[in-house]
């Protein structure tokens, strides 16, 4: 499998690293209620479909990634940078 970095091109799954789902860029305010955290921490959904992920380009250019898969084929849908979506949100 490959991913389609946006600074350095197509390169192989192995240089990457996933560290979970694209969510964690969401962190609460550190003053938020226990709820917010709990639900931050621990509740995860694993629904069939388009799934955003967090990886590292490890081996590569040392980028955060924003990756969008479809969980059931594992096609990739987009690759972006984590800076560029924090800037959007
Ligand atoms: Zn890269």
Redesign the pocket.
Known sequence: MRLP?P??GE?DLREFSCVGGAEILDRPDPEAADAAWDAYLHLRENAPGEARDLFY?EA??A?WLVVTRNRTTHEILGVELARDVKAKA
């Open positions: 970095c600074v350095c390169r380009h590569g250019c980028s």
